[in-house]
């Protein structure tokens, strides 16, 4: 008799990737703003990673703007780890833009039209408008649903409740629809926009607390709301200046966010939204939170971009730039002369600057263990021995590419924990850069267009 394959089911719900920095959760600061030596995955660099706090302080405070910090350092140091380090910092209303350098140079518009629309992205409005919305506890959700298909709409109750008053609602189909949407039940907490009929869930009730055993932790318990059901509250939304842009721009309005080819916008609209959100200002009705644009890999800009950069700068709705290069004294791009990083004088004076250090041995080591976390392998203590006398050898980089590659190693061996043999294996078949060269040097001659080659033959016509 044939046997039955069952097909395999897998929940595709859930799916992570692993980045280079996938494990940064925040400069790792406590309350003084001085850097713990490992936390939040940050390993080392601390004066660099208190230096940056210091700005994080000067950013929420938003009463400076136009400020450009350097992020300098070697390769593989950390600059972009804490430039994310500070995005995960700031949260979600404070705008965080970032870009690489050479991005400006492959886009149709222009290089200043696009590093004006990335300043324009890292400067947000927050707008304030007032709303009338039902806002009560859930006593209960009672939803009438006709006996055959195609009879009449689905109606229902909603009984809501605050510490003074319970009232019954009378539910059509589209709010029935957004409750259900919304996933909402008995003892939640919720708010409904009378405009919009939107159904926010603003948590649980504590009073229902002790319904069950266990609860998630994304469970958030509230005070059941007091006073009357009905009440004008402020309602606070948060865009960027690049987002009202191209919402004025298009004629399709916000659908244009969604299309992606925004183009160049023209001055005029620009100074018609800069004019309004000043009356806002004005009227209380807006506020400027200016955000931080990450240029990372700086040195790839070209004269015109910096210049541009000294101007906007001067903006007073201009945000904090932070730019980082691993360059040292190098051509400026677009030019013939050498400036240190690359950056003209000019725009360096203005530039507060971050020094990055190299890792000591015991940093990689903790790098390396924060990594194996991150990307779940699990690996022993001989082979972490191994892996990072290969980075403080080779580079932080090449170890931590070759976590995954002996986890695999390790697999196909039908191992359970990476071993030495492991990194060994995956060491010899992968190649860094050291031994990389030195293969090239030993080799060269039967390579193409090889320097060594075209010597012999100009020494060969000398002699001729």
């Known amino acids: 008799m044939a046997e039955i394959k069952l097909s395999e089911s897998r929940d595709l719900t859930r799916i992570e990737r692993i980045g280079a920095h996938s494990h940064i959760r925040g400069l790792g600061l406590d309350s003084s703003l ?13 004066p660099a990673r208190k230096a940056a706090g210091l700005l994080l302080h000067m950013i929420k405070s938003s009463n400076v703007s136009g400020r450009a910090v350097l992020l300098a350092g070697q390769p593989g140091t950390g600059k972009t780890a804490i430039a994310m380090g500070m995005a995960k910092s700031l949260g979600a209303d404070t705008p965080f833009a970032s870009l690489s350098a050479s991005e400006l140079f492959s ?16 400067i947000g409005v927050r707008i304030k408008e007032e709303a009338e919305v039902i806002e009560g506890e859930v006593v209960e959700v009672q939803v009438d649903r006709p006996a055959t298909a195609g009879a009449a709409a689905k109606t229902g109750k909603l009984t809501l409740k605050t510490t003074e008053m319970e009232t019954v609602y009378e539910l059509g189909g589209k709010m029935i629809e957004a409750l259900g949407k919304a996933m909402v039940q008995s003892g939640d907490v919720i708010a409904i926009d009378k405009v919009s009929g939107k159904v926010t869930k603003l948590g649980r009730s504590f009073s229902r607390s002790r319904d069950y055993d266990a609860v998630g932790s994304q469970t958030r318990f509230v005070q059941c709301p007091d006073g009357e059901l009905q009440k004008r ?34 001055s005029e609209v620009r100074e018609q939204i800069d004019t309004k959100v000043a009356e806002w200002r004005e009227e209380g009705k807006a506020e400027i939170v200016p955000g931080v644009l990450f240029i990372d ?5 070209d004269i015109e971009c910096f210049s541009f950069l000294n101007r906007a700068l001067e903006n007073e709705m201009a945000p ?18 050498k400036s240190p990083h ?37 690996m022993a203590e001989e082979a972490k021995l191994l892996l990072t006398k290969i980075g403080v050898d080779t580079s932080l980089r090449y170890a931590i590419h070759l976590i995954t590659a002996s986890a695999l190693a390790c697999q196909k061996r039908k191992g359970k ?28 001659s039967q390579y193409m267009f090889n320097e060594t080659e075209d010597a012999d033959e100009d020494a060969n016509t000398v002699i001729s």
Do not use: W
Request: glycine share 6%.
């Open 34 to 46: 001085e850097p713990r030596s490992v936390s939040d995955g940050m390993v080392g660099q601390l």
């Open 107 to 122: 886009l149709d518009i222009s290089k200043t039209e696009a590093l004006t629309q990335a300043f324009r992205r890292a």
């Open 233 to 266: 509250k402020e309602v606070v939304h948060c865009v960027t200046l690049h987002e009202i842009d191209v919402i004025n721009s298009r004629t399709q309005g916000f659908l244009a966010l969604f299309t992606g080819d925004t183009g160049e916008i023209r």
């Open 297 to 301: 890999e700086v040195h790839m800009l």
């Open 320 to 337: 904090i730039l932070v730019v980082a290069t691993n360059r040292g004294i190098t051509t400026i791009r677009g030019t013939n002369y």
């Open 342 to 378: 690359g950056i003209p004088i000019d725009l360096l004076d203005r530039l507060l600057i971050i020094t990055t250090q190299p890792y000591s041995e015991d940093e990689i080591r903790q790098i390396i263990d924060i990594r194996c976390q991150e990307e779940d392998v699990e």
């Open 417 to 444: 924990i990476v071993e030495s043999e492991d990194i060994r294996r995956v060491y010899e078949l992968f190649l860094d850069v050291k031994r990389s060269t030195q293969y090239l040097m030993e080799y060269q």
